[in-house]
């Protein structure tokens, strides 16, 4: 029988209205490299927050048994002290303090609360050594690469004498070559008998590196396997394999000319010199179409849109097309008065101002319409806030409400009324549906529709390819800021769309 | 459809406050045997909070936008301090005097709003820099001196009454313009269905409103007749409340307040939007300064060692406007410095040591908070 370091029995965790895990199981061997994958969504995130305390003993159904006991952690501390450690998507160091620092944060060498500071340099040095990091312990964690953060993270972790290491899309932000590193990092830590779980959208490192592969759909285990009775695409096959149901109100659309191009667009790498999050893509958009935009968490989606949008921490290169005419978007109002509207995918965030009402944000977008010199038209605003919660079916109490009060999808029609008080002539739909019930979204499908006979160009960008699959005329698939594929929505099915997905090597 | 229920709005907050205000005043009644409620001292009282009510309108709007403004106390005693010198050293006349101070107030305020809002520096920064220089500055007008006196017109606008006719009639014209208001909103909301007040409750409203002023006029009309300061005040707070409430400009400021990165989003613009903030705040503060110069009759340094932006602060966050920016009214500005000078006031009446009334003022500033996040724990 095999020697499991970490058993998951029957997880179960509810939020809200949503189920992320259901019945969850599965073992870890000691000593092996584990992979999880699934789809954004399918609930590892999740499970890496039970396994790792996020969520106390308590919060979730089920049991997690660590080295043969039930764990029943209630803080991090407790989970830290067992001997289990993660790195998270984002990493979780203080930029501005040294290495040494982080490495041995909370966990400093002391002598009645006063640091050895000594001690925790040398003790720092030997841990760098062994994760291969050749770095001076004071040197400060801001002038790191990221790779190299990376690694002070795992550092970190090592210090804490860590029996099971979780590893969160590890690599997601490193360039090829410190992706080589880390892999070869986490096979020396294998080999001195660290377990580990491993992340990656990346299938071709888990093929590399991992001994065994466990599938996450729907918040549901679907197999674990050894890796040695597995392909890649048995596994994409697995992360996606459902059938599609009657969720989406498809229409037969006409496309009609060019509402929206984009030529040679470039986007830098915010926080890393040199690096391009999005790299010389160029589409076009029809009117009377509605075109998916697919990928992966941190393909560079969002970032495209949003620079387009004049909104991103770095400025666009490229050119900008709407109906034919070339536009200069320096920032969000040049976009608005182009005709260019963004929902965006974080709604609460940047697309709402929760504590106003209905109406305040109805109107938030387009003040020019409802007010003559400055001075706001009460009158109007009611109108035409009342139009849209009619025409779009939003339920509120009264416009007057706080739209924080209302429920996901009722929030998200608030958004689409501002966007379509705008008048917008192209408009880009980032995850329209996250969060929000299945009736719901099934309305927001059908505005989307409506929208499309109207001859705005909706440009959807969704994780969710039975959304992509469901609802789009033509897909065009991201992956690493470059654009992979092009998919006229009768010929694609989730395994392509996941094969350009994935990117690189899969093209 | 079916006719949805009318639930009377009750504005918990602005009631709990008001009630604590009057059991503020009839203790002080109380322990002054009725001193504190003559209409001498109550007229004396609104003029007091007249000057701290202008002040906390501009300090309002900053700490919606999510601000804070550390100068306003030196700003304001340094406007004092050129104007006196205007007058008084260069024998300018009152009219070219506060204008000269208006403008002064409008150029301080474009320079802190454009550093905040352009440079990107945090707003208690800029404001506290400012605040230090602005005290150096008054220092170096007035050499430590007084600068005084001013000419009769200009000490008109701190000491002098309107004549109780005229209280009268800014009474009613109140009154009506109230009325209008509301029956234009009413007719408004009517139009596109979404009245949510019953006929009832809307007399009601006016009514309240009607006695209200007819109360307050009347007392102050028994002493000397309303304070020219708090005619100011007023007016101020009728302008701001229309700024704030019915411009686009008003609009973006609680959309920036309440999320900067939705506002930036829809559209706004957030620098321009920043900056007016900050003028019409130094405005203000010029305002305050032509009725603490004219009250004083004369330009002196003593606003150095006064906390004026630490009670205009006090008044805006009592009246409820919230430090995380986004939530606030001007109105509310009224009630927090009425309150805190009912309580200046009174204590000094009974007597008590000075010290009392800092200690009771902070508590009541973090009572008062502490309130606000009760019931907001509740409405959730």
Same mark, same amino acid.
């Given at each position: 029988?095999?020697?499991?370091?970490?058993?998951?029995?029957?997880?179960? &965790?509810?939020?809200?209205?949503?189920?992320?895990?259901?019945?969850?199981?599965?073992?870890?061997?000691?000593?092996?490299?584990?992979?999880?994958?699934?789809?954004?969504?399918?609930?590892?995130?999740?499970?890496?927050?039970?396994?790792?305390?996020?969520?106390?003993?308590?919060?979730?159904?089920?049991?997690?048994?660590?080295?043969?006991?039930?764990?029943?952690?209630?803080?991090?501390? +407790?989970?830290?002290?067992?001997?289990?450690?993660?790195?998270?998507?984002?990493?979780?160091?203080?930029?501005?303090?040294?290495?040494? +620092?982080?490495?041995?944060?909370?966990?400093?060498?002391?002598?009645?609360?006063?640091?050895?500071?000594?001690?925790?340099?040398? &003790?720092?040095?030997?841990?760098?050594?062994?994760?291969?990091?050749?770095?001076?312990?004071?040197?400060?964690?801001?002038?790191?690469?990221?790779?190299?953060?990376?690694?002070?993270?795992?550092?970190?972790?090592?210090?804490?004498?860590?029996?099971?290491?979780?590893?969160?899309?590890?690599?997601?932000?490193?360039?090829?070559? +410190?992706?080589?590193?880390?892999?070869?990092?986490?096979?020396?830590?294998?080999?001195?008998?660290?377990?580990?779980?491993?992340?990656?959208?990346?299938?071709?490192?888990?093929?590399?590196?991992?001994?065994?592969?466990?599938?996450?759909?729907?918040?549901?285990?679907?197999?674990?396997?050894?890796?040695?009775?597995?392909?890649?695409?048995?596994?994409?096959?697995?992360?996606?394999?459902?059938?599609?149901?009657?969720?989406? =109100?498809?229409?037969?659309?006409?496309?009609?000319?060019?509402?929206?191009?984009?030529?040679?667009?470039?986007?830098?790498?915010?926080?890393?010199?040199?690096?391009?999050? $999005?790299?010389?893509?160029?589409?076009?958009?029809?009117?009377?179409?509605?075109?998916? $935009?697919? %990928?992966?968490? %941190?393909?560079?989606?969002?970032?495209?849109?949003?620079?387009?949008?004049?909104?991103?921490?770095?400025?666009?290169?490229?050119?900008?097309?709407?109906? %034919?005419?070339?536009?200069? $978007?320096?920032?969000?109002?040049?976009?608005?008065?182009?005709?260019?509207?963004?929902?965006?995918?974080?709604?609460?965030?940047?697309?709402?101002?929760? $504590?106003?009402?209905?109406?305040?944000?109805?109107?938030?977008?387009?003040?020019?319409?409802?007010?003559?010199?400055?001075?706001?038209?009460?009158?109007?605003?009611?109108?035409?806030?009342?139009?849209?919660?009619?025409?779009?079916?939003?339920?509120? =109490?009264?416009?007057?409400?706080?739209?924080?009060?209302?429920?996901?999808?009722?929030?998200?029609?608030?958004?689409?009324?501002?966007?379509?008080?705008?008048? =917008?002539?192209?408009?880009?739909?980032?995850? =329209?549906?996250?969060?929000?019930?299945?009736?719901?979204?099934?309305?927001?499908?059908?505005?989307?529709?409506?929208?499309?006979?109207?001859?705005?160009?909706?440009?959807?960008?969704?994780?969710?390819?039975?959304?992509?699959?469901?609802?789009?005329?033509?897909?065009?698939?991201?992956?690493?800021?470059?654009?992979?594929?092009?998919?006229?929505?009768?010929?694609?099915?989730?395994?392509?769309?996941?094969?350009?997905?994935?990117?690189?090597?899969?093209? | 459809?079916?006719?949805?229920?009318?639930?009377?709005?009750?504005?918990?907050?602005?009631?709990?406050?008001?009630?604590?205000?009057?059991?503020?005043?009839?203790?002080?009644?109380?322990?002054?045997?009725?001193?504190?409620?003559?209409?001498?001292?109550?007229?004396?009282?609104?003029?007091?909070?007249?000057?701290?009510?202008?002040?906390?309108?501009?300090?309002?709007?900053?700490?919606?936008?999510?601000? /804070?403004?550390?100068?306003?106390?030196?700003?304001?005693?340094?406007?004092?301090?050129?104007?006196?010198?205007?007058?008084?050293?260069?024998?300018?006349?009152?009219?070219?005097?506060?204008?000269?101070?208006?403008?002064?107030?409008?150029?301080?305020?474009?320079?802190?709003?454009?550093?905040?809002?352009?440079?990107? /520096?945090?707003?208690?920064?800029?404001?506290?820099?400012?605040?230090?220089?602005?005290?150096?500055?008054?220092?170096?007008?007035?050499?430590?001196?007084?600068?005084?006196?001013?000419?009769?017109?200009?000490?008109?606008?701190?000491?002098?009454?309107?004549?109780?006719?005229?209280?009268?009639?800014?009474?009613?014209?109140?009154?009506?313009?109230?009325?209008?208001?509301?029956?234009?909103?009413?007719?408004?909301?009517?139009?596109?269905?979404?009245?949510?007040?019953?006929?009832?409750?809307?007399?009601?409203?006016?009514?309240?409103?009607?006695?209200?002023?007819?109360?307050?006029?009347?007392?102050?009309?028994?002493?000397?007749?309303?304070?020219?300061?708090?005619?100011?005040?007023?007016?101020?707070?009728?302008?701001?409340?229309?700024?704030?409430?019915?411009?686009?400009?008003?609009?973006? /400021?609680?959309?920036?307040?309440?999320?900067?990165?939705?506002?930036?989003?829809?559209?706004?613009?957030?620098?321009?939007?920043?900056?007016?903030?900050?003028?019409?705040?130094?405005?203000?503060?010029?305002?305050?300064?032509?009725?603490?110069?004219?009250?004083?009759?004369?330009?002196?340094?003593?606003?150095?060692?006064?906390?004026?932006?630490?009670?205009?602060?006090?008044?805006?966050?009592?009246?409820?406007?919230?430090?995380?920016?986004?939530?606030?009214?001007?109105?509310?500005?009224?009630?927090?410095?009425?309150?805190?000078?009912? /309580?200046?006031?009174?204590?000094?009446?009974?007597?008590?040591?000075?010290?009392?009334?800092?200690?009771?003022?902070?508590?009541?500033?973090?009572?008062?908070?502490?309130?606000?996040?009760?019931?907001?724990?509740?409405?959730?």
């Amino acid at each position: 029988m095999a020697d499991y370091i970490l058993e998951l029995k029957n997880i179960t &965790k509810e939020f809200p209205g949503v189920k992320a895990l259901s019945d969850v199981s599965f073992g870890v061997q000691r000593g092996h490299v584990h992979a999880l994958v699934g789809e954004n969504g399918a609930g590892k995130s999740t499970l890496i927050k039970v396994i790792c305390g996020v969520y106390p003993y308590g919060n979730y159904d089920g049991a997690v048994n660590f080295e043969g006991k039930e764990c029943r952690f209630k803080t991090i501390r +407790e989970v830290e002290a067992a001997g289990i450690a993660c790195i998270h998507q984002e990493l979780n160091l203080v930029p501005d303090m040294s290495v040494a +620092e982080n490495v041995f944060l909370n966990n400093q060498p002391h002598r009645f609360g006063i640091v050895n500071f000594d001690e925790q340099f040398e &003790k720092c040095r030997k841990l760098l050594s062994q994760v291969g990091l050749d770095v001076n312990p004071d040197e400060i964690v801001r002038n790191l690469g990221v790779g190299q953060q990376q690694m002070v993270e795992i550092a970190k972790a090592l210090a804490r004498d860590v029996k099971l290491l979780l590893l969160d899309e590890p690599t997601a932000a490193l360039t090829e070559t +410190e992706v080589d590193t880390l892999l070869d990092l986490v096979d020396q830590l294998r080999k001195r008998g660290v377990t580990c779980i491993y992340i990656s959208h990346r299938l071709d490192e888990i093929m590399r590196l991992c001994d065994d592969i466990t599938i996450l759909r729907d918040g549901q285990t679907i197999e674990t396997r050894p890796k040695e009775n597995m392909t890649k695409d048995e596994m994409i096959s697995l992360m996606v394999g459902r059938d599609m149901s009657n969720l989406f =109100p498809r229409e037969p659309h006409t496309r009609g000319e060019v509402g929206f191009e984009l030529r040679n667009f470039t986007v830098p790498h915010p926080d890393i010199p040199g690096r391009d999050v $999005i790299n010389n893509i160029s589409l076009k958009a029809y009117k009377g179409e509605i075109l998916g $935009i697919s %990928g992966l968490m %941190g393909a560079g989606r969002t970032e495209l849109f949003t620079a387009v949008y004049g909104a991103y921490r770095t400025k666009g290169s490229g050119e900008i097309y709407i109906d %034919g005419k070339k536009v200069d $978007i320096r920032n969000p109002q040049d976009a608005l008065d182009a005709g260019f509207f963004i929902v965006s995918e974080d709604r609460k965030k940047l697309g709402l101002n929760l $504590i106003m009402s209905v109406k305040e944000n109805t109107t938030l977008a387009s003040l020019e319409k409802v007010s003559s010199a400055g001075v706001l038209n009460e009158g109007a605003e009611v109108a035409y806030t009342t139009k849209y919660v009619k025409e779009i079916r939003t339920k509120t =109490p009264s416009i007057e409400v706080a739209v924080n009060t209302l429920s996901g999808g009722n929030q998200q029609k608030v958004v689409l009324a501002k966007a379509l008080m705008s008048d =917008p002539k192209v408009m880009i739909l980032d995850e =329209p549906t996250r969060g929000i019930d299945v009736g719901a979204k099934y309305e927001i499908y059908k505005i989307m529709n409506e929208l499309v006979d109207k001859g705005v160009v909706i440009i959807m960008i969704s994780s969710e390819m039975e959304e992509i699959l469901g609802m789009s005329d033509r897909i065009l698939t991201i992956a690493d800021g470059e654009i992979t594929g092009e998919f006229d929505a009768k010929e694609a099915t989730q395994e392509i769309l996941m094969r350009a997905a994935v990117g690189r090597s899969a093209t | 459809m079916t006719k949805k229920k009318l639930t009377p709005k009750i504005d918990v907050r602005t009631l709990t406050m008001i009630v604590v205000l009057v059991v503020i005043w009839v203790a002080f009644a109380a322990a002054t045997g009725g001193k504190f409620i003559t209409t001498r001292n109550i007229s004396n009282l609104i003029r007091q909070a007249a000057f701290t009510s202008i002040m906390g309108v501009g300090m309002t709007l900053v700490i919606v936008t999510g601000g /804070i403004d550390l100068s306003a106390g030196m700003t304001m005693g340094l406007i004092g301090c050129v104007m006196a010198a205007c007058q008084v050293w260069g024998g300018l006349s009152t009219p070219v005097t506060i204008l000269v101070g208006l403008v002064l107030g409008c150029i301080i305020g474009a320079i802190e709003g454009s550093i905040i809002a352009y440079v990107g /520096i945090a707003p208690f920064i800029v404001t506290l820099g400012a605040q230090l220089i602005c005290r150096g500055g008054m220092l170096a007008v007035t050499k430590g001196q007084t600068i005084a006196p001013f000419e009769k017109s200009y000490v008109f606008w701190g000491t002098e009454y309107l004549l109780p006719i005229w209280g009268w009639l800014v009474a009613a014209v109140a009154i009506v313009a109230m009325v209008l208001l509301k029956i234009n909103q009413r007719r408004a909301k009517r139009k596109h269905g979404s009245l949510d007040e019953s006929e009832f409750e809307a007399v009601a409203r006016c009514a309240a409103f009607a006695f209200l002023v007819l109360l307050a006029v009347g007392i102050l009309n028994n002493f000397q007749g309303i304070p020219i300061p708090v005619m100011v005040m007023v007016i101020v707070v009728v302008i701001f409340t229309f700024i704030s409430q019915r411009t686009t400009f008003g609009r973006s /400021i609680y959309a920036i307040g309440g999320n900067i990165s939705a506002a930036k989003y829809a559209g706004i613009n957030v620098k321009k939007n920043l900056t007016l903030v900050y003028i019409l705040n130094g405005l203000l503060c010029a305002v305050a300064a032509v009725i603490y110069t004219a009250r004083l009759n004369g330009g002196t340094a003593t606003a150095a060692n006064g906390s004026y932006e630490l009670d205009a602060i006090a008044s805006a966050v009592i009246g409820g406007t919230s430090m995380t920016g986004g939530v606030g009214k001007v109105s509310g500005a009224i009630l927090g410095a009425v309150m805190m000078m009912s /309580i200046d006031n009174g204590m000094s009446m009974m007597n008590m040591d000075s010290y009392w009334q800092f200690i009771i003022k902070g508590l009541i500033l973090v009572a008062a908070v502490w309130f606000d996040t009760q019931t907001k724990k509740a409405g959730k």
